[in-house]
């Protein structure tokens, strides 16, 4: 069984960052394809990005394309979402996901098997 745990998230102002980390329980990090997606109240929840097993390929929804940047570590079994100039509507519960042993790219959240439990993050204007 995979177990995601995030961290990370927070209160800060627009316009400034905040750097999002997902640790993986269970399972080597390279056979895990790895995504994050957020959720706002009252909202579905949507994806944000995700990156390969290997982390050599990486996909950006087009909100957050050129702020947002996602890594993995997979020594250490993470992957990280740094998040630069903030905007309110980035408030959300932020998910780390991950899929078994796919290398195919997906933002449906139904495609992702392994889910952590999400963390704040807040961006006040």
């Known amino acids: 069984q995979v177990q995601l745990v995030e961290s990370g998230g927070g209160l800060v102002q627009a316009g400034g960052s905040l750097r999002l980390s997902c640790a993986a329980f269970?399972?080597?990090?390279?056979?895990?394809?790895m995504g994050w997606f957020r959720q706002a109240p009252g909202t579905e929840r949507e994806f944000v990005a995700a990156?390969?097993?290997?982390?050599?390929?990486?996909y950006y929804a087009e909100s957050v394309k050129g702020r947002f940047t996602i890594s993995r570590d997979n020594a250490k079994n993470t992957v990280d979402l740094q998040m630069n100039t903030l905007k309110p509507e980035d408030t959300a519960v932020y998910y780390c996901?991950?899929?078994?042993?796919?290398?195919?790219?997906?933002?449906?959240?139904?495609?992702?098997?392994?889910w952590g439990q999400g963390t704040q993050v807040t961006v006040s204007s």
């Open positions: 996901a991950a899929r078994d042993y796919s290398n195919s790219v997906s933002t449906s959240a139904g495609a992702y098997k392994y």
């Open positions: 990156i390969s097993r290997g982390g050599t390929a990486t």
């Open positions: 269970g399972r080597t990090g390279t056979t895990l394809f």
